[in-house]
């Protein structure tokens, strides 16, 4: 497998497809001769969307896997940022024995993990004091667990998979699923080269149909083609609503000896009030005096003005936290949400020739903040689904609910179902939720009185309705912000190397421009703007006291917060151009 990356162009040598790289589509050449001559359609065999820890599991999984039953079939991932790990952003502390499974032994040795963990702490604050736990919550215990970039980690991954003759192709946004008789054979990249209202202009370049026998979805978090056939389908009629975290994180060099390699603490309690917000933050030490450190809140708060990115800045204001970070300087700095639900919001996995992966189908283990493990793993059972589905013959939904027994096998269930109710016990607050959560380790799950769980963006209160302290009275004080420590969010947005064409239709789309208008805007005060950890929502009011909405989607960081929180479903998030959006090297 060869990839040439010349002037506009990848091109693959072995399946003779020439990919005009940066937003021209994709050619499918017949002959050995490498021409420029463009087609609209190209076909392979398994077409995985995302370049996570999902998708390219499943595509390592998958090559392996048919090469053992003698099989010879074409495997394409695609990817919209502008290379593997560019959108990539996680804590994180990964149990690795899912990669020992996945990978040759060689291979494995040469995962860039950063540090083994070496001292694991909780610790309780208070606004301005400490208490170190005596105790691990359960779940949390991350001795032996090795700590890394994930972008790091999928850019090896993305190395093991072309040597395994995988065809990937990062900077292509896939915003389309494409059905024949109701089902799905596919899907299409972009069109770009139109203007603000979607006209082509001279640069238009249609994007190009990738027909397959097995799509599987890996988009992580929210994701929007995972969403369209979650509800073409009615995948999750008899599934919890899915609920999600935001997680706001900086990556920092710190001044040498503030914190050892391989030390991670993870915080409860300040800047959050129990029974109001869920969520906490971590601290990773890594080597060459590297930290990730951040904020991660449930989306399930009421307050309209409740904004997780300055939360995270009065965070860091804390004594122990300030004490770690002064003097040192950012590396790089973003925002992602991830799912919640846990084993309840799982919606139905596969239909006919399409199966959903990773954080895309909800497998995250909230109690430990884990998720790259179990998307992973989800990834390998698709695989292995998929490998029987084409040696088969039959990629109907009749082979594909193989995946969901691989799933059921697997430590996917064995994790999380035993703790399936842990996030909805969680809305009591810490001590009532605590002690069910107590009760369930000992039942398996089990537990009366567990509360429904609603969508997040039904929990969102309208501003009269609040009858908490709302969000600038509550953190007064600490919200102005140094640019030192404690940064606003277009400097977050900066440091994320975050970038889009401007010659494109927004793709933040507002789903009913009356109703936002009349109840966004007017009766929760527009609380995108809060919740929106990268300056996207602005609120504009004219010299009559005229309120509208002023949208920089420029700035948008993929987090997804928005799509999921915004009230009445207003948002739509859509993929912008491919390569646009954050550039993340090491989150
Ligand atoms: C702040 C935070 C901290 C975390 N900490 C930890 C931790 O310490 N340990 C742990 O195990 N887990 C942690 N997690 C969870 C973990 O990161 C996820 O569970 C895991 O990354 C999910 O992998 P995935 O492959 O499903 O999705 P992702 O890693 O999100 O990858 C999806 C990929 O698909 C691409 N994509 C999406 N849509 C499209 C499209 N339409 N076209 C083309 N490409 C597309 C994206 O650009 C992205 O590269 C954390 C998550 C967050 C947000
Ligand atoms: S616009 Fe939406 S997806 Fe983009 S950064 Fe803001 S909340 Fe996240």
Not at 278 to 290: D, L, P, S, V
Not at 434 to 449: A, E, H, V, Y
């Amino acid at each position: 497998m060869l990839f040439l990356k010349r002037a506009n162009y990848i091109i693959s040598l072995n399946n003779f497809y020439v990919f005009k790289y940066n937003r021209i589509s994709i050619k499918n050449l017949t002959s050995k001769e490498v021409s420029m001559e463009s087609v609209d359609t190209v076909s392979t065999d398994v077409l995985i969307i995302g370049g996570g820890p999902s998708g390219l599991s499943a595509a390592i999984r998958l090559a392996d896997k048919l090469k053992e039953k003698g099989v010879s079939k074409n495997i394409m991932l695609i990817e919209k940022g502008e290379e593997i790990g560019s959108h990539i952003l996680s804590g994180a502390v990964i149990k690795t024995d899912v990669f020992k499974e996945l990978l040759t032994p060689d291979e494995f040795n040469e995962v860039p993990f950063d540090c083994e963990v070496k001292i694991d702490k909780t610790v309780k604050l208070s606004e301005n004091g400490e208490t170190t736990l005596p105790f691990h919550p359960p779940y949390m215990n991350n001795m032996g667990n090795q700590i890394a970039s994930l972008g790091k980690i999928c850019k090896f991954l993305a190395t093991c998979a072309t040597n395994r003759g995988v065809e990937i192709y990062s900077g292509f946004a896939v915003d389309e699923l494409l059905y024949e008789n109701g089902k799905v054979v596919g899907a299409k990249t972009k069109d770009t080269g139109v203007d603000h209202e979607g006209k082509p202009q001279k640069n238009f370049q249609k994007g190009t149909s990738v027909k397959a026998a097995v799509t599987i979805l890996a988009e992580g978090t929210r994701g929007s083609l995972a969403k369209q056939l979650i509800s073409k389908f009615d995948l999750d009629a008899t599934s919890n609503p899915q609920i999600y975290s935001l997680g706001v994180k900086e990556s920092w060099r710190v001044p040498e000896g503030r914190i050892e390699p391989g030390t991670v603490y993870h915080t409860m309690g300040y800047p959050l009030v129990d029974g109001q917000e869920f969520g906490g933050g971590f601290i990773y030490g890594m080597e060459n005096n590297r930290v990730g450190l951040g904020l991660v809140v449930g989306l399930d708060y009421e307050d309209p003005s409740f904004n997780i990115h300055a939360a995270m800045q009065a965070w860091k204001q804390h004594p122990k936290i300030r004490a770690l970070l002064e003097g040192g300087s950012v590396i790089e700095a973003g925002a992602k949400t991830l799912p919640e639900g846990g084993w309840n919001s799982i919606p139905k996995l596969y239909d006919d020739n399409v199966m959903i992966v990773g954080d895309s189908a909800g497998f995250v283990a909230m109690p430990a903040l884990k998720g790259i493990h179990l998307a992973a793993t989800s990834g390998m059972c698709a695989a292995d689904t998929a490998a029987l589905a084409l040696v088969k013959g039959d990629t109907s939904a009749s082979t594909l609910a193989r995946y969901k027994e691989l799933v059921d096998a697997s430590r996917i269930k064995k994790e999380l179902y035993p703790v399936r109710n842990f996030r909805a016990v969680m809305q009591n607050g810490m001590i009532l939720g605590g002690l069910k959560f107590g009760i369930q380790l000992l039942t398996r799950g089990f537990c009366l009185l567990t509360p429904d769980t609603h969508s997040d963006a039904s929990e969102t209160k309208k501003v009269k309705e609040f009858g908490g302290i709302p969000f600038k009275e509550r953190f007064a004080g600490k919200l102005d912000f140094d640019k030192k420590l404690t940064f606003d969010k277009v400097t977050t947005v900066f440091q994320s190397r975050t970038m889009h064409d401007e010659h494109q239709p927004v793709h933040l789309v507002i789903n009913n421009p009356e109703q936002f208008q009349s109840s966004n805007i007017e009766e929760y005060g527009l609380s995108e703007e809060a919740m929106c950890p990268a300056e996207v929502y602005e609120l504009h009011i004219d010299k009559q006291g005229n309120k509208t909405l002023r949208l920089h989607a420029e700035n948008c960081l993929h987090c997804k917060t928005c799509d999921i929180k915004s009230p009445n479903g207003g948002i739509t998030w859509t993929t912008p151009y491919g390569e646009d959006g954050p550039e993340y090297r090491e989150m």
